[in-house]
């Protein structure tokens, strides 16, 4: 059982920054592999970042590797989007997920409830 809150959403122009945060409600995190999903105007919801229950593997979409990084700390219950260089195709509203299963293939378990990043030129 896992609650899901998504924090940090907001408004940036492109090329800055962004810090997302996910908290999760329980002592069962980590179990979950958790993972960060995006849906874009007009598009479907798309795999963004995945990391295990440990945190030692991490997955990105093509999109957003070497720009993006997946972090948790789980004795906080909480895990991370950092998300930089930023571009206008890059908005969309970003949800956190959890799953038992590795790699996250979009079956989560779990949703958070997402939250807005927009970015401008």
């Known amino acids: 059982q896992v609650q899901l809150v998504e924090s940090g959403g907001g408004s940036v122009q492109a090329g800055g920054s962004l810090r997302l945060s996910c908290a999760a409600s329980g002592r069962t995190f980590t179990i979950f592999q958790m993972g960060w999903f995006r849906q874009a105007p007009g598009k479907e919801r798309e795999f963004v970042a995945g990391i295990s229950s440990t945190g030692v593997s991490t997955r990105y979409a093509d999109s957003v590797k070497g720009r993006f990084t997946i972090s948790r700390e789980n004795a906080k219950n909480t895990v991370f989007l950092e998300m930089s260089s930023l571009k206008p195709d890059d908005t969309a509203v970003y949800y956190c997920?959890?799953?038992?299963?590795?790699?996250?293939?979009?079956?989560?378990?779990?949703w958070g409830t997402g939250t807005l990043v927009t970015v401008s030129l």
């Open positions: 997920a959890a799953d038992s299963t590795w790699p996250l293939n979009g079956g989560m378990d779990y």
